[in-house]
């Protein structure tokens, strides 16, 4: 049994927006059209980041007023 916990980014963490999957939990629709304003494999700087029960939502420093999912990123 594996007892670590994943590492979570914090905010001032860089992330690359490697794009949105075809499927992603939960499945907000606004989010996917929300991504589009972002680049693929252009870095972003997380403003906050909230750990919720089922996934991870992030908002950056450049679009700070739009939720993501953290699935939408590598972390740096």
Do not use: C, H
């Not at 690359?16 to 870095?43: H, Q, R, S, W």
């Amino acid at each position: 049994m594996n007892n670590t916990r994943p590492e979570f980014p914090k905010a001032g963490d860089k992330l690359t927006f490697k794009g949105v999957p075809e499927f992603y939990y939960p499945m907000f629709l606004n989010m996917k059209k929300d991504a589009e304003v972002l680049e693929i494999g252009k870095e972003y700087v997380a403003k906050q980041v909230s750990v919720n029960s089922s996934w991870v939502s992030i908002y950056l420093e450049e679009f700070p007023e739009l939720m993501l999912n953290l699935m939408f990123f590598d972390q740096i």
